[in-house]
T-cell receptor, first 116, second 113 residues
């Protein structure tokens, strides 16, 4: 399909380990967002990429979190030294990033991260 | 501090009746509002949006109303169908190049046959 894909769909890791979550946006979408949803919480913005501009990292909760977007397409979210409070569903979204309105953001199915 | 609030965590309606989901916001700089629908184990799906320069937007069975003075918006679904049962999120976006969405906590809608 032509939607946003994320991998893995589920990840169980031990506290202190590093994890990498991958997002493949819709082809042609210049904007890419990472959000997370913790149990019983709403979606929380993490980071935003738009074309070649510097990413907006204002939502990253700590310096253990980082993300990159290679070639303006695939993005990887890395969490170092995972903690139990990092357990959440991590959602990636992409949009055309047109000016004016926000542009509909299309979401992937998410990666459910469990830190034991 | 929640900038976007959905005060009803759940709502139950009868099939064929109207569903009204409410959302309040605190930031007057928001200029776009969106509703997303989410099924379990899936990502949110865009439903309908409204610009702050409008007070109503309609798409089929879905209508969003915006009251800027009250900083309140609502989503009306008429007639409600069992397939509409899902969690509905209200989200808001501010002006500028960064269109990150600020989300409410969601309202779980159950439409009973």
């Amino acid at each position: 399909g032509a939607g946003v894909s994320q991998s893995p769909s589920n990840k169980v890791t031990e506290k202190g380990k590093d994890v990498e979550l991958r997002c493949d946006p819709i082809s042609g979408h210049t904007a890419l967002y990472w959000y997370r949803q913790s149990l019983g919480q709403g979606l929380e913005f993490l980071i935003y990429f738009q074309g070649n501009s510097a990413p907006d990292k204002s939502g990253l909760p700590s310096d253990r979190f980082s993300a990159e977007r290679t070639g303006g397409s695939v993005s990887t979210l890395t969490i170092q030294r995972t903690q139990q409070e990092d357990s959440a569903v991590y959602l990636c979204a992409s949009s055309l990033g047109t000016s004016g309105g926000p542009g509909t953001q299309y979401f992937g199915p998410g990666t459910r991260l469990t830190v034991l | 501090d929640q900038q976007v609030k959905q005060n009803s965590p759940s709502l139950s309606v009868q099939e064929g009746r109207i569903s009204i989901l409410n959302c309040d916001y605190t930031n007057s700089m928001f200029d776009y509002f969106l509703w997303y629908k989410k099924y379990p184990a899936e990502g949110p799906t865009f439903l309908i949006s409204i610009s702050s320069i409008k007070d109503k937007n309609e798409d089929g069975r879905f209508t969003v109303f915006l009251n800027k003075s009250a900083k309140h918006l609502s989503l009306h679904i008429v007639p409600s169908q069992p397939g509409d049962s899902a969690v509905y999120f209200c989200a808001a976006s501010g002006a500028g190049n960064n269109r990150k969405l600020i989300w409410g906590l969601g309202t779980s809608l159950a439409v009973n046959p």
